[in-house]
């Protein structure tokens, strides 16, 4: 039972993170105010725009709704369905593809975003990888998979690059679940604040141990303490 | 006395029970583990041929259409598909990174769809040589998909392992090649399809892109050590002495410089300075910090004077990150009153005694170059108006943000309170278009930007 009662509280704990997350991400709305003959400005521009590109509208994008523009829309609303008065209103917005700005009523301020545990993640591969190197070392580590997100070849999210599969020893033996040093914590940061010694190096090696050969093809960048760094 | 050997015989016989259920027991947790593993390999194996197929259909697709709406959804779908191809490509266990050919066409396909998808969003018009690369992409997704196949083949027929992963006792299966080689000899192949050659974030324009602040003369490197000493030096008692010169060959060829106090065996203090133009890249003093005694306010100022101090000027603070009794102040370059995001510098406080403990110009000599900002185009009034009305807008200015493909755009920053979270909106001072948003959220060591 108490297992069950566990289970169910982790699952309502990560729907409300998972809500706050998804409140957070949504973006604002931009404001659609209601457009006429003689209106301009910059949302007279974005109507224009969308009506050119749909092939309703034949004239300039300047800004001012004249007659071409009222022409152009009231073409749009009759194909669409919609009442052809030449006035750019809620429901043209809409079907321009604009939603018109939401009330914050129905925003609520979102908390479910508070620490990011990145820092913990990258620091424990750093200490798995890299314990015994200078500190300067264990930023180039921190940086090299930072690096790897960034890249289009390698996956896009950390956990994504650090779990990839025989990508990290430390992550297939193990050895990166016990908790960083303080020195670790501190590199991890350093390289997420934007501090990369191995500049844009890809991967690194220890040249003690026995790696594929294809690896010393790689461009080296440089070396810091006991770990080659290449692109 | 008679039969004395009886309790030790039912002792062993029991020892001998005892040994093989426990050894039958591990067996079969060793068997269950490596089919769970072989399970989720092939889960991402046959997600990944389900997501490569849909992206050659819908690339099809996005080349017949001629509706724009259409368009558009069927480019974010190309988009949605390309990513989760390129994590379930990344989850197969491949010794070596030797699939980086076909990660990358995933990306990239899937980056510039997006592309194409955010221009119709926006009613830009999409050029016909745009549409054109969608058929070279068509192409080779095409390719991509007929090996996955053939590879499934093999693979139901038993021609091919499922994994690496195999337990001891199928001796049988030794001499088949597992599925994941077949992969690295299909990246191979892809090689020799043509990149892609387009604006986004993963074009080989900006994998390949060239430092634009690198001005000036070769260096030599005892010019380098030459001139980092005297960028530790500069405002500080201590002397320092050279101990060690090294090479880096990153993006921006440099000198690494040790430097060590001249009477003391600590702290090493690393400088990286460019060999073109002598530019200081970075500066790590490797020391511990105590706890703080300095406020990250005074902190900004300390951090306004070392950079004063060595003779860059026209940098402005803009927010402060503060971890581990560091706080680490961010500078933007200023052009007549206007901030150009690009261009940034990063100095690292130790708040113990106030000594600044490190310096990031990378991004800076990456960005940095002499700008013609256009005027404004569109009235701060104007611009305004695009801003969502129920935002508070708490303060403003004029400032050069990049976009995705590193083009720079002039836009007005409007930073604002909704209901007690703080939102920055950029709306473009030419087009009047709202460029971003970015939600400002407090961590435990500082304000961060999503």
Known sequence: MRGKRCIVFVILASFILLSGIFLYSQSLPAQTPTLYWGSSGPSVSKVQSKLKSWGYYTGAVDGVFGAGTASAVKKFQSKNGLPVDGVVGKSTWAALGYNPAQPAAAYTPSRGVTARDDVMLLARVVHGEAAAEPYLGKVAVAAVILNRVNSEKFPNSMAGVIYQPHAFESITNGIANNAPSQESVKAAQDAMNGWDPAQGALFFWNPAKPVSKWIWSRPIITEIGGHVFAR | ?450
């Open chain 2, 1 to 450: 006395m008679r039969r004395w050997w009886i309790i030790p015989a039912l002792a062993g016989i029991l020892v001998v029970g005892a040994v093989a259920y426990w050894g039958y027991g591990v067996t079969r947790d060793n068997r269950q583990l490596v089919t769970y593993l072989n399970n989720r390999n092939q889960r991402s194996f046959y997600e990944l041929m389900g997501n490569v197929e849909h992206m050659e259909v819908m690339l099809s697709k996005g080349i017949v259409s001629g509706s724009p709406t259409q368009r558009m959804m069927i480019f974010s779908d190309i988009w949605r598909e390309a990513y989760a191809a390129q994590e379930n490509l990344t989850s197969i266990p491949i010794a070596g990174p030797s699939l980086t050919r076909t990660s990358a066409f995933l990306s990239q396909t899937g980056d510039y769809a997006w592309s194409l998808a955010k221009k119709y969003a926006r009613g830009i018009a999409v050029k016909p040589e745009e549409l054109d690369k969608l058929n070279e992409l068509h192409t080779e997704a095409g390719y991509l998909a007929a090996e996955l196949q053939k590879i499934e083949k093999n693979a139901s027929d038993g021609r091919l392992l499922w994994s690496e992963i195999k337990s001891r006792g199928d001796k049988t299966l030794k001499d088949r090649t597992p599925v994941p080689d077949s992969l690295t000899e299909i990246n191979r192949n892809m090689e020799e399809f043509p990149t892609l050659i387009y604006d986004g974030p993963f074009s080989d324009h900006i994998l390949q892109r060239k430092p634009l602040g690198l001005t000036g003369k070769q260096i030599t490197r005892a010019q380098a050590s030459d001139l980092a000493r005297r960028f530790v030096e500069a405002g500080v008692n201590t002397k320092y002495r050279v101990t060690d010169t090294e090479t880096v060959n990153g993006l921006i060829p440099a000198f690494r410089i040790h430097l060590l106090p001249v009477n003391n065996p600590a702290p090493r203090v690393i400088v990286d300075v460019s060999k073109k133009g002598g530019h200081i890249l970075m500066m790590v003093n490797t020391r511990s910090v105590g706890n703080d005694r300095i406020s990250p306010e005074k902190a900004v100022t300390i951090a306004g004077k070392f950079l004063a101090g060595r003779r860059i000027m026209n940098m402005k603070p803009t927010y402060t990150i503060e971890q581990q009794n560091t706080a680490v102040v961010i500078f933007e370059y200023e052009q007549d009153g206007v901030l150009i995001y690009p261009d940034l510098m990063k100095v690292k406080v130790a708040l113990d005694t106030g000594e600044v403990v490190g310096f990031e110009g990378t991004g800076f000599v990456m960005n940095h170059h002499p700008r013609n900002l256009p005027k404004p185009k569109v009235s701060r009034k104007e611009a305004l108006e695009a801003v969502n009305p129920e935002l508070k807008v708490m303060s403003e200015k004029l400032a050069v943000i990049p976009l995705e493909n590193l083009e720079e755009v002039l836009v007005y920053e409007f930073r604002g309170d909704l209901k007690g979270d703080t939102f920055i909106v950029y709306i473009n001072a030419v087009t009047g278009e709202e460029e971003q948003v970015l939600k400002v959220i407090d961590t435990n060591s500082g304000p961060v930007t999503m």
